[in-house]
Structure formats: structure tokens, C-alpha cells
């Protein structure tokens, strides 16, 4: 009952966001903008090497440096990254919020090709 009741809650929250982030993107300066696309995307960067933690590669006795070089280059890794990113990137696509200089960092998040 209570995993249920946390879904809902998430999804009401997720719902508001969609429904507020346009407002917000039409409201915003273009300085604005431009700042907070830079700021999402260098985030969605960050947020991408973070998802394995180089303990992982350690317990199971492999470089870390090695290993996690090993998988940033794995094609499959990367679709895996773009997969579970589709809706976000959909939704901030949609509203604009991809674009510009911070395409960079999310071609080399890996959520955008």
C-alpha cells in the first residue's frame, strides 16, 4: 500500500513538472536560458558517469580506470544510457532545453547521439 501511494505521489509530482517547465522556458531571459541549458546538460554528464561506482570494477579485481574506460566505450553501454534517458531527453527536447553549446555534454553523456 505504501509503494503505491509513493507512486502516486511521484507521478503527480512528474506530471506538475511537465506541466510547468513550459512556463517556465517562456518566462525565462535569454542569458537565462542559455545559462540553464548549459547547467542541464553539464548535470545530465555528471549524472551519466555516476550511474556504476568505480567500487564495482574493484570487487570483482579490476582497475577501475581500466574497466570504466572499458565501458564508456562499449556500444552497448551507451545505448543502455540512452535508453533509460528517452523520456527526460524527450521531455526537456520538447521544451527546448537541449540545444545550443551544451549539445557537446550530451553527445558525451551518451543521452543523445
Given at each position: ?109 551518451f543521452l543523445t547521439s
Amino acid at each position: 500500500m505504501i509503494s503505491r501511494i509513493h507512486i502516486l505521489e511521484e507521478a503527480r509530482h512528474i506530471s506538475f513538472a511537465r506541466a510547468e517547465l513550459p512556463r517556465s522556458v517562456a518566462a525565462a531571459s535569454r542569458a537565462g536560458l542559455t545559462y540553464h541549458r548549459l547547467l542541464i546538460a553539464r548535470f545530465a554528464f555528471i549524472m551519466s558517469r555516476c550511474l556504476v561506482s568505480p567500487l564495482v570494477y574493484r570487487s570483482v579485481g579490476l582497475d577501475p580506470r581500466v574497466a570504466h574506460a572499458a565501458a564508456l566505450a562499449n556500444p552497448h553501454h551507451q545505448q543502455a544510457i540512452r535508453f533509460s534517458g528517452e523520456k527526460l531527453v524527450a521531455c526537456l527536447t520538447d521544451n527546448g532545453l537541449i540545444a545550443g553549446p551544451g549539445r557537446a555534454w550530451w553527445r558525451r553523456s551518451f543521452l543523445t547521439s
